[in-house]
């Protein structure tokens, strides 16, 4: 089996946080998740992401510690996805690759689809900053 690895910024503004929504010609279509993409040879996870949220949003983040952790398997591809958080420092993102993008309250993540290797992420996310509602459909 083939591993992949690839990055997600949780990109946050007060106790919301980014999310995009998969257009139909990606794997796992309409799904949320973390925007992101793989790491090229020779760089560092925060390279990859800056360089990936720039091409898919638009904008410089700067890339903050480390969140969580996620896999997701499909035919001979385990991906792992790693997620750090983040904070815009110029632009205002724009979705080139997503069909939407939408700032959402922490505590709110549970109300959207998401992606298998985001939800560690967004559980986490809950756990540091969005009190004790775990809700929804976030298991």
């Known amino acids: ?21 998969r257009s139909m ?30 091409e898919e949003l638009g ?5 903050k510690g480390f969140l969580a952790d996620g896999v997701f398997e499909d035919n001979d591809e385990r ?3 790693h997620v750090y958080e ?3 420092i110029d632009g205002e993102p724009v979705p080139k690759e997503h069909s939407e993008l ?4 922490i505590d709110r993540l549970g109300e959207l689809d998401w992606a298998d ?7 986490e996310l809950m756990k540091r900053y969005g009190g004790v509602c775990w809700g929804y459909g976030i298991k």
């Not at 089996?1 to 929504?21: D, Y």
């Open 102 to 105: 939408r700032w959402i309250e």
């Open 25 to 54: 010609d990606m794997q796992q279509p309409l799904k949320w998740e973390f925007a992101g993409g793989k790491v090229e040879c020779g760089e560092t996870h925060a390279e990859a992401l800056e360089r990936e949220i720039f």
């Open 79 to 81: 991906i792992i996805l």
């Open 59 to 63: 904008v410089r983040i700067s890339v």
């Open 86 to 88: 983040a904070g815009i």
């Open 1 to 21: 089996m083939q591993e992949i690895h690839v990055v997600g910024a949780a990109i946050l503004n007060g106790f919301t946080v980014l999310a995009a929504k």
């Open 117 to 123: 290797a985001d939800i560690p992420a967004c559980k």
